[in-house]
């Protein structure tokens, strides 16, 4: 289920970057991100599996896909280099970034179906299985996807794979972050989750 999650977010990711227009790349999409920045963000969720399956880690030090999310927030998640790093992603994407998703989301996920479920990767937060490492990227694809699908107007669903992965991992952010509660009263009815609610780290 987990890589088929990634490769269906993958390619609903480059899918979905297919369909920018170009007068469209320099235009405001996330926070301080034009649509080239929100795309090297994303873009990322595949460059980074690549990247730390070629320094593998000698023993897996993050057992769950929850605590990897945490420890991430905690070192690598500061706005200000989050953005700078979005940016300068999408600028590495060069003069057609949607050949450029595309060439890598296809090198990515050949690379994927060729290691093991327990290949061990080196993240700057430790050390990580495949499979425990692929859910935070399915997150990441999938959601941002859809925040490149509303910057630029398009109407898509993400796949119905990579949307489930990506709500267990945020139902399990919701229990380790202590707000399950008004999570759980909203999916059922019963009362609107407070304003700015965000189960993510950040």
């Given at each position: 289920?987990?890589?088929e999650?990634?490769?269906?977010a ?6 979905t970057?297919g ?7 320099p ?6 991100w034009t ?15 690549e990247?730390y ?6 023993a897996a030090?993050?057992m ?16 200000a280099?989050?953005?700078a790093r979005?940016?300068?992603a ?12 595309r ?13 093991a479920?327990?290949?061990l990767?080196t ?5 990580i ?12 694809l999938?959601?941002?996807t859809?925040?490149?699908?509303a910057?630029?107007?398009?109407e ?33 009815g019963r ?8 189960v993510?780290?950040?």
């Amino acid at each position: 289920m987990i890589r088929e999650a990634y490769a269906d977010a993958a390619t609903f990711f480059a899918d979905t970057v297919g369909h920018i227009d170009r007068e469209a790349w320099p235009q405001p999409a996330l926070g301080e991100w034009t649509v080239r920045d929100l795309v090297g963000h994303a873009n990322r969720a595949l460059v980074t599996v690549e990247t730390y399956l070629d320094k593998p880690a000698e023993a897996a030090e993050i057992m769950r896909p929850v605590e990897y999310y945490i420890r991430a927030a905690v070192s690598l998640g500061d706005p200000a280099m989050v953005a700078a790093r979005g940016r300068e992603a999408g600028e590495a994407l060069g003069a057609n970034p949607s050949a450029a998703v595309r060439a890598t989301a296809q090198r990515v996920l050949a690379r994927v179906a060729r290691e093991a479920d327990d290949a061990l990767l080196t993240t700057p937060v430790g050390g990580i299985r495949l499979i425990d490492y692929l859910p935070s990227r399915v997150l990441e694809l999938t959601v941002h996807t859809a925040d490149i699908a509303a910057a630029v107007k398009l109407e898509r669903e993400a796949p119905p794979s990579a949307a489930s992965v990506s709500l267990h991992l945020m139902a399990d952010l919701a229990v380790a972050r202590g707000c399950a509660a008004p999570l759980l009263r909203s999916l059922t009815g019963r009362h609107p989750l407070p304003s700015a609610f965000n189960v993510l780290p950040v």
